[in-house]
């Protein structure tokens, strides 16, 4: 079984788009604060702080599917999708208040070594955690 991570954002009224709602963009803002998390809850950013070993977004597209509104919160629980040797992907499940879901969103990380400038295998200590 995968490590799943929950976080919960209150939604800001600088979030509110023309029309009343929270702007698309926000959803991403939303996105990266699950996925950073997420990628702290296996290691990923320790080993980024101590060997410079981390990860890049290699792809991320997100399906809106109700309107969220101010004032509120968010929550995104966030899973495992699939874990390959370089890589592996993050599905982030918004919902509102009431436990409706909002938004899905899909990430697709790529390990980096950013000494050598490439990307690199997973290390065997955040892939157990992972998986």
Request: net charge neutral; proline share 2%; charged share 25%.
């Amino acid at each position: 079984m995968s490590l799943e991570a929950k976080i919960t954002l209150r939604i800001d009224w600088s979030e509110i788009d023309a029309f009343g709602h929270v702007n698309n963009v926000m959803f991403m803002k939303y996105v990266q604060a699950a996925r950073l998390n997420y990628v702290d809850s296996v290691g990923l950013m320790k080993l980024h702080r101590t060997q410079n070993i981390g990860f890049m977004v290699a792809e991320t597209n997100c399906q809106f599917k109700k309107e969220l509104h101010f004032p509120g919160y968010i929550n995104v629980n966030t899973k495992v999708a699939f874990v390959k040797n370089t890589s592996f992907s993050l599905e982030h499940t918004m919902t509102n208040a009431d436990g409706e879901i909002v938004a899905i969103a899909k990430d697709v990380l790529v390990v980096f070594d950013f000494n050598k400038k490439e990307k690199c295998l997973i290390p065997d200590e955040i892939k157990e955690k992972i998986m």
